[in-house]
């Protein structure tokens, strides 16, 4: 019988630290503050959208999807045909995913560091590099997103309720200078999830299925 390694040891984790006093100005404008390295992100990440006139004069709509749709397609491509993920691929896919974290982390007010598109900061985020032959399915691939379902409905619930902590610990900020603990643990654990399930099925690093955790 396999042992069940705890979450903890799952191949994706995620750490932040707390920080014992909040910026009670910044945090007020957050919102504002955090639109250039949103701009950043998002150019760096969405697809561009072009229109197309076919002969009968319809309007057709096409997406290139982004960075993110195309690391997915050709990842799985390559474990697929060739049962590689090159290492300077992985690196360029855990880097964005780390720039995407300290973004996040910044917006939710889990920090007042403004996000680095370099520096690790307090957002310690770490994605285990995959033996393919040894530790991917050539084929499971194909059906991860699949797999991911249950995770991604209960994530959805779980995000709803991430935002009503995050605009709670926005006003406990404001009043107190402190991010109330139990909060930023929650939502901390929400990012966790997410970042476990999105090495599962969109970077494709790991066939462990995510655990239903928050730690």
Not at 21 to 29: G, K
Not at 71 to 98: C, S
């Amino acid at each position: 019988m396999t042992e069940q390694l705890p979450a903890s040891f799952y191949p994706a984790r995620l750490e932040i630290d707390y920080p014992d006093q909040h910026d009670r100005v910044t945090t007020l404008f957050r919102a504002f503050l955090i639109i250039p390295i949103a701009i950043v992100i998002g150019v760096l990440t969405t697809g561009a959208t072009q229109t197309v006139y076919d002969q009968s004069g319809q309007v057709v709509r096409t997406s290139s999807g982004g960075i993110g749709t195309g690391l997915f397609l050709a990842t799985l491509l390559m474990i697929l045909f060739a049962r590689r993920y090159p290492r300077w691929w992985f690196d360029f896919a855990l880097e964005l995913a780390r720039f995407g974290a300290r973004i996040c982390a910044y917006l939710v007010l889990l920090t007042d560091q403004y996000p680095s598109t370099v520096e690790e900061q307090s957002v310690h985020l770490q994605i285990d590099y995959p033996d393919v032959e040894r530790d991917l399915n050539q084929w499971l691939p194909l059906v991860k997103w699949l797999l991911a379902i249950p995770h991604f409905v209960v994530l959805a619930v779980l995000s709803v309720a991430a935002f009503f902590a995050v605009v709670i610990a926005w006003f406990a900020i404001l009043f107190t200078g402190r991010y109330p603990r139990g909060l930023f643990d929650f939502v901390v654990g929400v990012g966790r999830w997410g970042l476990r399930v999105q090495a599962y099925a969109i970077l494709l690093v790991t066939d462990r299925y995510p655990p239903f955790s928050l730690t």
